[in-house]
């Protein structure tokens, strides 16, 4: 079994189909009418911004994406992987290959928020480095959110004010 994950289209049908997938187990998990969660294909569609997605063996089994905040960090969106490829590796490689993008555009840091009925990502971004941090965007009080300080920024000397 070899997984790859890699940059691509937002737009393509793999990406589609997987975002839609998403989508639907999002908005029954939490039995909500829309399990976009806000997000839409132009979040990423700007600079410094990625989609991913990961292939076992050349199939579509998992994607996520970066998209920049105001804070000049990056928001790690769309985390997932099809029930039949979890605890393979997939979500790992996604999220190594938007973090290695992350820290080539020059990100600091990389956040993510989560939800509490998904433990699996929970346990996935703090077995990975993430540490929690308080709720950085929208109302719902039910979010976990997490940070990560990329390699590159824990290597810069701080700047003296």
Same mark, same amino acid.
């Given at each position: 079994?070899?997984?790859?994950?890699?940059?691509?289209?937002?737009?393509?049908?793999?990406?589609?189909?997987?975002?839609?997938?998403?989508?639907?187990?999002?908005?029954?998990?939490?039995?909500?009418?829309?399990?976009?969660?806000?997000? $839409?294909?132009?979040? /990423? %569609? @700007?600079? =410094?911004?990625?989609?991913?997605? !990961?292939?076992?063996?050349?199939?579509? #089994?998992?994607?996520?994406?970066?998209?920049?905040? $105001?804070?000049?960090? /990056? %928001? @790690?969106? =769309?985390?997932?992987?099809?029930? !039949?490829?979890?605890?393979?590796?997939? #979500?790992?490689?996604?999220?190594?290959?938007?973090?290695?993008?992350?820290?080539?555009?020059?990100?600091?840091?990389?956040?993510?928020?989560?939800?509490?009925?998904?433990?699996? #990502?929970?346990?996935?971004?703090?077995?990975?480095?993430?540490?929690?941090?308080?709720?950085?965007?929208?109302?719902?009080?039910?979010?976990?959110?997490?940070?990560?300080?990329?390699?590159?920024?824990?290597?810069?000397?701080?700047?003296?004010?």
């Amino acid at each position: 079994m070899t997984v790859t994950a890699r940059a691509e289209d937002i737009r393509s049908p793999d990406a589609v189909t997987l975002i839609d997938e998403l989508s639907a187990e999002l908005a029954a998990l939490y039995n909500v009418g829309d399990g976009r969660a806000g997000f $839409a294909p132009e979040n /990423v %569609e @700007v600079p =410094r911004a990625a989609f991913v997605i !990961a292939r076992v063996d050349g199939v579509p #089994a998992g994607c996520g994406a970066i998209r920049p905040l $105001a804070d000049g960090s /990056v %928001e @790690v969106k =769309r985390m997932y992987t099809r029930a !039949a490829y979890r605890r393979r590796g997939v #979500a790992q490689a996604v999220l190594t290959e938007l973090e290695r993008l992350a820290e080539q555009f020059g990100y600091p840091r990389v956040k993510l928020q989560t939800g509490p009925l998904q433990p699996e #990502a929970a346990a996935l971004y703090e077995r990975v480095g993430y540490r929690r941090i308080p709720i950085f965007a929208g109302t719902w009080d039910r979010v976990l959110a997490y940070q990560k300080d990329l390699p590159a920024a824990l290597a810069r000397p701080e700047v003296a004010s």
